[in-house]
Nanobody, 125 residues
Framework: QVQLVESGGGLVQAGGSTRLSCAASGRTFSSDAMAWFRQAPGKEREFVASIHGSGGTTNYADSVKGRFTISRDNAKNTVYLQMNSLKPEDTAVYYC??????????????????WGQGTQVTVSS
């Protein structure tokens, strides 16, 4: 059974940094595109970043480009999201997602077949 478990969320001051982790289990994910999405209260889930199965190609939403970095360690079946220069508008529940079918990622939520339970990130001003 495929399982994704996020960790690393919490309360951060504006301008600060934090790193989210997503531990995957149930299969080898090195051929799967992985991504991070987020959902703020009262808003739809939105794409944050994606990474190719090999880790060689990444994509970012314009709102986080230059501040967030997605990476992966396939030996550990883990994906990371380094979040720097955080802003109050980054406050959301952050979800990890796995394609299970394709190596190349994109920003479409329906493309991803497995999801974690989410981790809260709150940025205080």
């Amino acid at each position: 059974q495929v399982q994704l478990v996020e960790s690393g969320g919490g309360l951060v001051q504006a301008g600060g940094s934090t790193r989210l982790s997503c531990a995957a289990s149930g299969r080898t994910f090195s051929s799967d595109a992985m991504a991070w999405f987020r959902q703020a209260p009262g808003k739809e889930r939105e794409f944050v970043a994606s990474i190719h199965g090999s880790g060689g190609t990444t994509n970012y939403a314009d709102s986080v480009k230059g501040r967030f970095t997605i990476s992966r360690d396939n030996a550990k079946n883990t994906v990371y999201l380094q979040m720097n220069s955080l802003k109050p508008e980054d406050t959301a529940v952050y979800y990890c997602a796995a394609s299970l079918l394709f190596e190349s990622g994109n920003g479409v939520a329906a493309f991803y077949r497995a999801w974690g339970q989410g981790t809260q990130v709150t940025v205080s001003s």
